[in-house]
């Protein structure tokens, strides 16, 4: 079945059961049909276009990361990549009702430099947030923690082999934990906002951990030090949804 068929059908299905669930409403809270079945897919369809609440305060990740860089970080940075987003696909008629947006970022030599820079800026930092949590456990388990140690031998050379690609990424750009089509996993890095997803990516594959190494990430606390920044970033990491992307990349294949 095509791409835009699964989407006609998958929207007609929601649009059905959208139906239903209004026809069984009380008379008294009905409301138009045609109004709620499109708020229904405007929000569904856009959802993964527009910035997401924080599940943490800014000063949540303290002593690691201060408030006032988190709050800059979000609040300013990666806010106007989903808004310079929003404002790419609505000058180059991207339809994202039936794009997702990681079939935008594997397509995505296909568009302009600014949709590649923010479509990488806006993906790669809302899983930045979610990869990050107070107080987390120290390390990874189940499926997770066999395939790195099957991979780069231990967690402490994994996080060496991390660690080196995120010191020596030249200027800003990200460092990664992917895993390839091969279902085996690597670490590699990428220049400004680009990311594994990408068509134009060096190395490719879904990512399961990526760290910001932007002076915009760090510098207020940690100056030059980058370094220091990764260090105590390995304190932060939640490898719970490490683990949850890690499985949603195998069921993928
Ligand atoms: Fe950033």
Redesign the pocket.
Known sequence: MSKSTQNRRQFIATSSKAGMAIAAMPLMTKISPITSINSITTLTAAGEYAQQPLNYGYAALEPFIDAMTMEI?YTK??AAYAKNLADATLAEKLDIQTTTLQDLLKNISHYSPKMRNNAG?HF??EM?WQLMKPAPSITPAGELAEAINKGFGSLDNFKTAFSDAAKTRFGSGWAWLIVKADNSLAVCSTPNQDNPLMDIAETKGSPILGL?V?E??YYLKYQNKRPDYINAWWNLVNWEFAQKKYAESLIKK
């Open positions: 970080h940075h990666a800026g790669n930092h930045f910001d932007w915009h990430a």
